[in-house]
C-alpha cells in the first residue's frame, strides 16, 4: 500500500506534537486526529473555532481546557476514557491503536525510519511556525508533502 498525504500528515502532526511536548501517545492521537480534520475540511466541514490571542498563545502554547486542547492556535476536541486523555473526531477518539492500524501499517515496518525524519524536518523550525496552525500547513506540511509520501512509499515497498 501507498503511503498518501493522509499518512504523511498525521506523522508530520505526530512529531509537531511531540516537539511541543506531548508524550508520545497523545502525539499520536493529535496526529490522526489532525489528519482526519483536515481531511473533512477539504471536503467542505465547518465547525466553530475558539480562537487565542497570540499573547496567550507564548504565556501557554499548550493549553488543556475540559473538553478542548489547544496547541498554539489550533484546537481539537478531547475526551478522558479509561484515565487517558484521547483527541476526538464526534464521539471517536483517535487511540494509538487507531494511529497504528491508519497510519502505521502502511509503511510496512520502516515507520520508526519516517518517524526520526519527521522529528528532525519538523524539529527544523522554529516554535513560533510550530504553534501556528497555517504556519505549520503553510511551511512544513504544504513543500514537502508529495516528496514526502513517494519517499516513504518508495520507503515501504523495499521492506
Not at 491503536?97 to 491508519?102: A, I, L, R, S, Y
Not at 500547513?137 to 513543500?143: A, D, F, I, Q
Amino acid at each position: 500500500m501507498a503511503v498518501g498525504r493522509f499518512q504523511v500528515m498525521a506523522t508530520l502532526q505526530a512529531a509537531r506534537a511531540f516537539i511541543l511536548g506531548l508524550p508520545l501517545d497523545l502525539s499520536l492521537s493529535w496526529g490522526l486526529n489532525r489528519a482526519i480534520f483536515y481531511a473533512a475540511a477539504k471536503r467542505g466541514f465547518k465547525r466553530p473555532v475558539r480562537e487565542r490571542t497570540r499573547a496567550s498563545i507564548l504565556e501557554r502554547p499548550v493549553l488543556e481546557e475540559k473538553d478542548a486542547y489547544f496547541l498554539g492556535d489550533e484546537m481539537a476536541y478531547r475526551t478522558e476514557r479509561e484515565e487517558k486523555t484521547w483527541f476526538i473526531i464526534g464521539d471517536e477518539p483517535q487511540e494509538v491503536e487507531d494511529f497504528k492500524k491508519q497510519i502505521e501499517s502502511r509503511f510496512v515496518g520502516v515507520f520508526e525510519e519516517a518517524w526520526e525524519e519527521a522529528l528532525e524536518i519538523v524539529g527544523g523550525f522554529d516554535k513560533e511556525t510550530l504553534l501556528s496552525q497555517r504556519g505549520f500547513y503553510e511551511n512544513v506540511y504544504k513543500p514537502r508533502r508529495d516528496a514526502l509520501a513517494k519517499k516513504w512509499t518508495e520507503l515501504s515497498r523495499k521492506s
